[in-house]
């Protein structure tokens, strides 16, 4: 995977959205009888422009957004016979109609990519654990291998995604979570998970693996060493196989990248498989820091997990869905999605949730890319929650954004006037302030993922 490979991907995904998005804009404005000017994908110098009727499109220069531009009076002299088609002479109805349009556009796109792809049926990730690592939290609390886990907290667990939205959502409420699990013999065993340990810089995908429990035990592979560090100094390789660390069994990768977190500067003895023969390797993790500036350490080298054919298979369960029930899952899913995202924002803006997860345009083209590789169904799901996020976030109500408007044209409605020029403009300010402040944190941490490793 090069990074073209990932711009390119980035660029169709973020696209079709924000066309979809402005489109929701446009499509409302028209149909309020309010001129639209301009219909922008992009923003900068255009690259390419066409008329439509009275609309003059164009693909612009720097794809992280788009506009919509109204013929308004704010904006510039309006003709007196155009004066009724100005956005800003509209009712406080309609302006708030057309501003609303845009993220409800995008939701109401995820709704429908959701049911193309439960079309086709749905495939669930069994919520069966595969391992259990020894002296974890899971493996304290009773968690043993061949249980299904039924529920946790108020959360029914249809699959292992389901297991991954219980954890973070209780981890970041800093919650004691009851489990009911089903053991392999049927019999139903109730236990507790005290998340309210968990650091707030940990509550992030890997989760569930850091609490003890994965889908299956797999083969950790390792790929290509970093220049100088202590994996290619040790002679490790590309395609070895970890078979043993310092004597025993390591489950997983995330398994293995804390272990080897927790040994800087300890001598560390790894058996790996070569081809045929196993070899013995030894290294001293070098100190290195974390993204939250805690001492690990750190080996250089690529890792993963690897499944063979029939762990995969034992693993899933797929479930066929007529038209309407994939329609009823697709609305589901969205809602789900909305909710957990605003939950999420909250828990961040109240400090339950570190700032180091959130991701900017690096992370979401690394997403782009890696599902475009999985196929057409990952990559069309890595959009639909894409098109969520955009959806919900356009909905707060910080200025600049949709839900700033429509803050500012709900005090209209409660004062019976607009507010005043220098409260929108104050509030323009402190908007585009946060927005970019944001922005500098997401890149940040795209960065620093980047640059860190196993």
Request: glycine content about 10%; proline content about 4%; aromatic content about 6%.
């Amino acid at each position: 995977m090069t990074i073209a490979h990932d711009i390119f991907f980035f660029i169709v995904l973020i696209g079709v959205l924000i066309t979809v998005h402005e489109y929701g804009h446009y499509w409302v404005a028209k149909r309020c009888g309010v001129k639209v000017l301009t219909f922008s994908i992009g923003f900068g110098p255009a690259l390419r422009a066409w008329m439509v009727g009275e609309t003059r499109w164009q693909v612009a220069a720097l794809p992280f957004g788009g506009y919509v531009k109204m013929l308004d009076e704010r904006e510039g002299p309006v003709e007196a016979d155009e004066l009724h088609r100005a956005f800003n002479r509209q009712s406080v109805g309609k302006r708030m109609l057309v501003v609303v349009a845009g993220p409800l556009a995008n939701l109401v796109t995820a709704i429908l990519l959701y049911w193309l792809i439960f079309l086709g049926g749905v495939d669930v990730e069994m919520p069966t654990i595969g391992s259990v690592v020894p002296a974890s939290m899971a493996d304290k609390a009773g968690f043993r291998v061949g249980d299904t886990i039924v529920q946790m907290g108020a959360r029914h667990i249809d699959g292992w995604s389901d297991i991954l939205l219980a954890t973070i959502d209780e981890a970041s409420a800093r919650n004691h979570v009851d489990v009911v699990l089903r053991h392999a013999n049927g019999q139903v065993a109730h236990t507790e998970l005290d998340l309210s340990t968990i650091d707030k810089a940990q509550v992030d995908p890997n989760l569930p693996g850091r609490l003890g429990i994965f889908p299956t035990s797999t083969r950790i592979v390792f790929g290509d060493p970093t220049p100088k560090g202590a994996a290619a100094a040790a002679g490790l390789q590309k395609d070895d196989e970890l078979l043993k660390l310092d004597g025993r069994d390591v489950v997983s990768t995330d398994a293995f990248v804390s272990d080897i977190q927790a040994r800087a500067g300890v001598l560390t003895h790894m058996l790996v498989k070569r081809g045929a023969r196993s070899v013995d390797v030894s290294l001293t993790p070098q100190l290195s820091r974390s993204d939250d500036g805690r001492a690990i350490g750190k080996i250089g080298i690529a890792v993963g997990d690897v499944l063979d054919d029939a762990q995969l298979r034992a693993l899933h369960r797929h479930i066929d869905l007529s038209p309407v029930a994939a329609l009823h899952r697709a609305m589901s899913e969205t809602y789900d999605e909305s909710a957990f995202t605003l939950k999420m924002l909250w828990r961040l803006v109240t400090g339950h949730v570190s700032v180091k997860q959130l991701s900017g345009p690096v992370g979401i083209a690394k997403l782009a890319g890696r599902s475009a590789e999985l196929g057409w169904r990952a990559f069309v799901q890595s959009m639909c929650l894409v098109s969520i996020s955009l959806g919900v976030l356009n909905l707060l109500p910080i200025p600049v954004l949709d839900g700033g408007h429509l803050l500012y044209y709900s005090a209209e409605l409660l004062r019976g006037r607009p507010l005043s020029e220098r409260a929108m403009e104050l509030g323009l300010r402190l908007g585009v302030g946060l927005l970019v402040a944001l922005m500098v944190v997401a890149l940040y941490n795209d960065i620093a993922r980047n640059l860190g490793g196993g």
